[in-house]
C-alpha cells in the first residue's frame, strides 16, 4: 500500500521528529508565499481612481470644456462685455496651456507681458504719475540759473571726447613711429553698424555679442559712437547700463552716465512729461557703482542749474529707494551744499538727509553754513527749501552747536514759513547741544 501524501495543514506536523533547537530555528525562519494575493474591491477602486487622475477621457474632456465654455458665457453676460471681444478671442478647444495648443514658441500676452503689465508689476518701484505743484514749479524756476550752458546733442558731446582722445593719441603714436595711427577696419564698422540696427529695434532677449566686449576694448567711446546711443531704445539702454556699469571702471561708468544715461533721461522726462519704465530701472541699476552715479548723474544735474522739479522728484525716488554707502552719500552731500543753490538742491538734500546717516560733524558743519548763507538773501524762498531746514533740524538737532543753533534761530526770523518754522524752533530749543554733550563728557 503507497504512503499517504501529507497535506498542507500537516506542515508543521512534519517537524515532530526535530530536535528542540532545531524546531526553534525552523519556526523563527521565514517561510515563502507561493500565492498571489488577491485585492480587494476598495484597492482595485484606488488604483483605478489614480489612473483616472492621470488620462482623462475624450468624453469626460467635453463635458468640461462645454461647462467652462458655459460659465464664462454668463461671467460675461453679467459684466456686460461686448460679442466683439468674445469674437476676436479664439476658442480654446485643447485641454492644456495655451502653448501647446499655438506651438511651443508663442508670443502670446499670456506667456511673455507686455512693457505695460511689466510697469505694473514694478509699480511701488516704479514712480510712474509724478503730481508737480504749480507754485513749487515756479519757486524752483526762479532760483534757475538765467544764463544755462548751451545744450548739445549726445553725439556732439561724445564726437568732440573722442577726436580729443583720437587727436592726443595719434599725436603720440606719430611722434614715437614717424606713422600716423591707422583708422579703424571696415570690418568692424560694419559689424557696429549691425550692432546698431539691433539696438534701434530691441525689446527683448539676447545682445549680439561683439556690443558685449565694448568695456573690454581701448577705444570703447570711439566704437559707442558707432552705435549710435541716441538712437536706442529704452530697453536697449537698460541693458546697456547693466554691461557698462559691471565692466567699467568707475571713471568709465561715470563718462558713459554724464555722457550716454544722463541726457536721454532728461530729453525723455521733457517730452513725455514722465521717465521710461527701462530707463527709470537704468538709472536704479547704474547706483551699482555709486560714486559714478552720484559723479555723473546727480552733481552735474544738480551743477547745470536747470534741474526742473519734475526731474528731482522722479530721480530722487531713486535715493530713497535704493541702498547707498554712507561715505558715498556724505561727499555728495557735501559737494551739493557748497554749490550754486537752485530748487531742486533741496529736494536732494532732504531726501540723503532723511536716510538718517551718522554724518561726519563737517558735513553737517556745512549743511549748516549752506542754510545760513541765506541770511543776506531777500528773495521769497521755497517751502522745499523751509522743509529741508525742518528735516535737516529733526535728524541733526542734537549734533549742533549751541552757536549754530542761535545763528539758526535769528535765520527763522529773516525766512519765516508760518506753518514750518514754529516746528524748525521747537526742534532746536528743546534738544541738548553737541557742545555741552561734549563738556559733560570732559568733566
Known sequence: MPKAKAGKGCAEARGLGLGLAEQILQGDAVKPVSRRKRRGRGEQDEAEAEAGDEYVDDRLSRKILEQARAQQQELEAEHGLGRDSQAKRPKTTVLGTSSKARGSDSDSDDEWPTLDRAAAIAKQEYCEDVVVNPEDEKAIDMFMSKNPPLRRTLADIIMEKITEKQTEVETAMSEISGRPMPQLDPRVLD??????????????????????????????????????????????????????????????????????????????????????????????????????????????????????????????????????????????MLKIAEMEYNGANSIFLRLMIDKKYALPFRVIDALVFHFLQFRTDKRNLPVLWHQCLLTFAQRYKEDLSSEQKESLLELLRIHCHPHISPEIRRELVNSKSRDVEVGMAVE
Not at 570703447?220 to 556699469?245: D, H, K, N, V
Not at 559691471?246 to 558713459?256: G, H
Not at 521710461?276 to 555723473?296: D, E, I, Q, R, V
Request: net charge positive.
Open 191 to 332: 559689424v557696429y553698424k549691425g550692432v546698431r540696427e539691433v539696438l534701434c529695434k530691441y525689446r527683448s532677449g539676447k545682445l549680439p555679442k561683439a556690443f558685449k566686449i565694448i568695456p573690454a576694448l581701448s577705444n570703447w567711446e570711439q566704437i559707442l559712437y558707432i552705435t549710435e546711443p541716441e538712437t536706442w531704445t529704452a530697453a536697449g539702454m537698460y541693458q546697456a547700463t547693466r554691461i557698462f556699469s559691471a565692466n567699467l571702471k568707475a571713471r568709465m561708468a561715470q563718462r558713459f552716465y554724464n555722457l550716454v544715461l544722463l541726457p536721454r533721461a532728461r530729453d525723455d522726462i521733457a517730452e513725455y512729461k514722465r521717465l521710461n519704465f527701462h530707463l527709470y530701472m537704468a538709472l536704479k541699476k547704474a547706483l551699482f557703482k555709486p560714486g559714478a552715479w552720484f559723479k555723473g548723474i546727480l552733481l552735474p544735474l544738480c551743477e547745470s542749474g536747470t534741474c526742473t522739479l519734475r526731474e528731482a522728484i522722479i530721480i530722487g525716488s531713486i535715493l530713497t529707494k535704493c541702498s547707498i554707502p554712507v561715505l558715498h552719500t556724505s561727499a555728495a
